[in-house]
């Protein structure tokens, strides 16, 4: 095997540019006559619009137009849609306020867009925006999540503000399993409101060539593909093959850029409007007040055990924030992206979740790395964990009892989805052994006697990647399909250019995906060139969430390069005058069994494109397309164990030792699963204790900086100790899982666990600030 | 960031007059707080005086009973100083945790002298030293200098020149850091003057003050203890989203028995 090909820690080809500066964002990006656009944003959560007066704008040197919601309503732009249908119990369709690109006559939280002003220069955009005058009549306003049903209805089609109320599972059989309990634990805890924080800001350049009628929009999108058919089916800004957008190098995305966003689709239309490019880059505050917010969940979690542990049936009661607007796919994420994973990794038989998704005048709220099942796992491992407690049985032992057995798969759950393959002992072993599991109580007493309080916590995780298969899902609500699609382009001189319709925004697709083609074509990796991002240039995509490049963008690349050497093979039968099923293709050459005929991949490549010597029945050329629809979702899962240390005189918790080991499946890049690992630990440490997005009583989001909102840096965290199992995923070429999101799915519950359990209380409320340790010591 | 006449005196009375002429200048010392206002547009002066290219601000003097460091030399310089490092150690290590290196790097002694953050580093070593602060027109005792949020004693163009450290028998800094913005939640600089005891803190209320009951306790018997033995009254404390100011008062107690507890042991 070579040293680039599949499992090897290839260096990441794109780092080289990214480190050196040399990466090319949206911002950097100019087009000639270029304006800048500067928004104008609501001030307040909830309020009429009374009127706009922008005549001082008009009069600020350098101001091209001023534009509000009404002048798009005027062009018939339609509402930014939500792309997953969910209907409540009772079978009814959820409830979906409108949600035009720019407000119209009330805005719903703050930093909504209610308008926008186009300058020569962006500080001329920016003085043109302050002089413009908004009279507003202030309304009241629904910002509590607990008593959003009872407060300020906010669409006048949404009673209650109760989008949906959602429910999976067995009802009754859930109910009689906890009338045979001999034991019950009943928790209710929250799962704090997060803010994505990409390191590069939402951006957009927007030009329009009236002679083509073709918009560019050149956008921080993770699927332009989606977009581009949002903007076209939905929106009709223009249709699609009117309408490329590219998304270049991408800095982050963690789920806030799939959206689709008032901002970008207004930059685009005006710049038909104007008819000349138009540039917006949000600023950090934009950033905090209006890319999607994530988690934002209220929850009563019970589970009823036998006199010997076994879980018998788990009920949970979700309240889910979904903020003012239905974002892109935001109704999905506490519904088939939660309820779905409440099995965990256990054979609970019973299960029944409800989940009541409620507007509220506050961001919107949609995916965010881990998208419903880092609120799944949390409580699932919090409430097993605490069982474990009260029944004063060992966490693991606890989780081992109930455990599916690697026998049993697949294994069908009683909440719609069935598992491929697992074995959790297997991980949970391991990582016991990692974390010196049995020596804890030593390091306990140490920690005494220096006056510190020390505790150690399990999360055994699962999480389902790669959404799937399309047609399921789309009878269950999705607007889209669920598929990849991959080209493997043959040049003549033998290299290779992928074109992918997942998109990188920082995961390393560049090296990954060429060392999948390199290895299976058995060419050099230098010679494979991965395309991505752009609709101009990919034939379709559906972009990269949830952590399912590999498993579905990399299989569709898999099943074309598969179509390219059936090809070649053809070729190769026909110019070494063998029979076809006598040719093999194995290290980059063909070769025929019959004979000691051997032809490169490069020159049957050649011979493709320059065919003197070729198949009369063959088309020319060597480039293959394949749509892979995934038969199921994967199942990554694993244990993940947290230690710390707590001082009790300031109630600050010092994260002593992190171990991750995860069932990946197979691994195609070990040290960039390593880093995807690393990323997603720090942002699920950084849930569990430093991050929070609040909005006080009034509506106004008071962590809007970084002076108020604590994202973890490299001081807060361990060293982490990171390890792998591995059961192949069994239903794509590659077997693979997924990686992405598997951090910030297990740590959370890992470290809360190991906090109660220092403490000894049965929770905090997340993030575990020091004061709030320290009252919980207190008991106050 | 609004228009502003942008100006680079090349003296201390060039500076004072550019000050006390315009309409609303502002002095531009290390930029830390400066800078981002005016990038919000938070700030709208008519003028800026950066004080960077000003002679006779900037540098450390070590005298035999005092430290006198200018009023523009950088947190960094502070926290690497040899010479403070010898003489009064506490100093240079409050200099070392601000913020982070960039802060350090830009940020200046006077400019969070004179900005009165209520959650700055430094002004807990002006108190718990008993510093002179030298300006243009006078020297300030500490205990006349810090008056309430972001007020302190000097006048409108008065600008800080140096600032006097006394150099204590032994001296030590104990501080908390908000998570996000590693400001001081609370900070506490204890001090020995040979049995006297002078307890500076910061964070906890709108301005940096001293506890005169754990002063004259200390000076009694030095021992952490003697933290128990007084009341923190936290009627007048800050409360935000990082700490109320119960908890505040409780990291006091705690950073001052760590101060007390360093101190002794050096």
């Known amino acids: 095997m070579s040293d680039t090909g599949i499992g090897k820690s290839v260096k990441r080809r794109e780092d080289l540019r990214f480190i050196t500066g040399r990466g090319r964002y949206t911002d950097d990006i100019n087009q000639p006559n270029q304006t800048f656009a500067v928004f104008l944003r609501s001030p307040y959560p909830r309020a009429r619009i009374v009127s706009v007066d922008p005549s001082g704008a008009a009069e600020v040197e350098g101001v091209v137009g001023v534009f509000t919601g009404k002048d798009l309503a005027a062009d018939k732009l339609g509402d930014l849609p939500c792309g997953w249908l969910v209907k409540s119990k009772d079978g009814s369709d959820m409830k979906v306020g409108p949600h035009p690109p720019l407000a119209v006559d009330v805005v719903n939280y703050v930093g909504e867009p209610y308008g926008v002003v186009i300058a020569e220069t962006l500080a001329a955009a920016r003085d043109g925006a302050e002089v413009v005058v908004t009279e507003f009549e202030e309304l009241d306003a629904t910002v509590s999540l607990a008593s959003a049903m009872d407060s300020a209805q906010i669409h006048a089609n949404v009673p209650r503000n109760l989008c949906y109320d959602w429910a999976l599972g067995d009802a009754a059989a859930t109910d009689a399993a906890f009338e045979r309990a001999a034991h019950l634990t009943t928790l209710e805890f929250s799962n704090n409101r997060l803010i994505p924080n990409a390191m590069e800001p939402r951006a957009a350049v927007a030009s329009y060539d009236a002679s083509t009628e073709e918009f560019n929009l050149i956008t921080t999108s993770q699927n332009p593909h989606l977009e581009r058919l949002i903007l076209s089916a939905f929106v009709q800004l223009a249709p699609e093959h009117k309408l490329r957008i590219t998304a270049p190098d991408v800095g982050g995305g963690f789920g806030s850029k799939i959206f689709v966003y008032p901002e970008e689709t207004t930059a685009a239309w005006a710049a038909r409007r104007i008819g000349r490019p138009v540039k917006w880059t949000a600023d950090r505050s934009e950033s905090f007040l209006t890319d999607a917010h994530g988690r934002d969940h209220l929850t009563k979690a019970e589970l009823a055990l036998d006199k010997d542990g076994v879980f018998l049936g788990l009920r949970v009661k979700t309240r889910a924030n979904l903020g003012a607007y239905l974002s892109t796919f935001a109704s999905s994420v506490p519904t088939f992206l939660y309820g779905t994973l409440l099995a965990g990794q256990y054979r609970t038989p019973a299960i029944y979740v409800e989940v009541e998704g409620v507007y509220t005048n506050t961001a919107p709220v949609d995916a965010y790395r881990g998208a419903g099942r880092p609120e799944a796992t949390y409580v699932i491992e919090r409430i097993v964990e605490t069982a474990a407690r009260e029944l004063g049985v060992d966490p693991a032992e606890l989780r081992r009892r109930n455990f599916i057995p690697p026998d049993a798969f697949p294994y069908q759950t009683p909440v719609a989805l069935e598992y491929d393959t697992g074995n959790y002992g297997a991980s949970l072993d391991k990582a016991l052994a990692q974390a010196q599991y049995s020596s804890f109580a030593d390091r306990r007493a140490a920690s005494e006697r220096r006056g510190k309080k020390r505790g150690i916590g399990l999360s055994c995780y699962i999480e389902a990647c790669g959404l799937a298969p399309s047609q399921l899902a789309i009878q269950l609500g999705a607007g889209v399909g669920l598929y990849e699609s991959g080209e493997v382009r043959v040049n003549p001189t033998g290299n290779v250019t992928v074109f992918t319709g997942s998109h990188s925004h920082g995961q390393g697709h560049e090296t990954t995906f060429a060392q999948i083609v390199s290895d299976k074509l058995g060419i050099p990796f230098e010679n494979v060139e991965v395309v991505h991002g752009d609709t101009g240039r990919v034939e379709f995509g559906l972009g990269t969430y949830g952590s399912r490049s590999l498993a579905v963008g990399g299989s569709a690349l898999i099943k074309a390069t598969d179509k390219v050497i059936a090809k070649g093979k053809r070729i190769a039968a026909h110019m070494m005058d063998a029979p076809l099923d006598s040719i093999d293709f194995t290290e980059g050459a063909f070769s025929a069994r019959t004979s000691n005929q051997k032809l490169t991949f490069g020159e049957v490549a050649f011979a493709a494109y320059v065919p003197s010597n070729y198949p009369t029945d063959l088309e020319p050329g060597l480039s293959e397309k394949a749509f892979y629809d995934p038969k199921n979702f994967t199942f990554p899962a694993g244990t993940h164990i947290a230690e710390v240390e707590v001082d009790p005189e300031t109630g600050v918790v010092d994260v002593l030792s992190f171990v991750a080991v995860d069932d990946f499946g197979h691994v195609i890049n070990p040290m960039i699963v390593e880093g995807q690992v690393h990323g997603g630990i720090a942002q699920g440490i950084g849930q569990a204790l430093l991050e929070h997005g609040i909005y006080d009583e009034t509506g106004q989001l008071i962590t809007g900086s970084y002076m108020d909102y604590c994202m973890p840096r490299a001081d807060d965290m361990p060293s982490f100790i990171v390890d792998t199992t591995v059961t192949p995923c069994t239903h794509n070429p590659l077997g693979v899982k997924g990686c992405g999101e598997a951090g910030a799915i297990g740590a959370p519950a890992a470290v809360m666990n190991a906090v109660t359990h220092a403490l000894g209380v049965v929770d905090v409320a997340m993030p575990a600030t020091p004061e709030r340790v320290w009252r919980a010591l207190r008991g106050a | ?266």
């Open chain 2, 1 to 266: 960031m609004y228009t502003f006449e942008y100006h680079q005196p090349d003296s201390i009375e060039a500076a004072i007059e550019l000050r006390t002429e315009a309409e609303d200048a502002i002095y531009l010392a290390g930029g830390q707080t400066l800078i981002p206002t005016l990038k919000q547009r938070l700030a709208a002066p008519s003028d800026v005086i950066d004080l960077a290219g000003v002679p006779g601000l900037t540098g450390i003097k070590v005298e035999k009973d005092r430290v006198i460091i200018g009023a523009m030399t950088r947190h960094a310089h502070v926290a690497a100083s040899a010479e403070v490092a010898k003489a009064i150690p506490a100093l240079a290590h409050l200099a070392s945790e601000i913020g982070d290196a960039q802060v350090r790097n830009r940020g200046t002694l006077g400019g969070s002298v004179a900005n009165s953050d209520p959650s700055a580093d430094y002004p807990a070593a002006v108190i718990g030293l008993g510093a002179t602060i030298q300006t243009n027109r006078r020297s300030i005792a500490a205990d006349d200098y810090f008056k309430d949020l972001f007020e302190t004693a000097l006048a409108a163009s008065e600008l800080i020149k140096s600032i006097e450290f006394p150099i204590p028998k032994r001296a030590a800094y104990c501080k908390f850091p908000n998570p996000a913005s590693r400001y001081a939640v609370v900070g506490v600089f204890v001090a020995d003057f040979g049995g006297k005891f002078r307890v500076g803190v910061t964070g906890a209320g709108p301005c940096a003050f001293r506890i005169g009951a754990l002063e004259a306790a200390l000076s009694k018997k030095l021992d952490p203890a003697q933290v128990d033995n007084i009341e923190i009254e936290y009627d007048r404390f800050n409360s935000d989203l990082h700490a109320s100011a119960e908890y505040r008062a409780n990291l006091v107690r705690v950073m001052a028995k760590r101060a007390i507890t360093a101190l002794i042991t050096g």
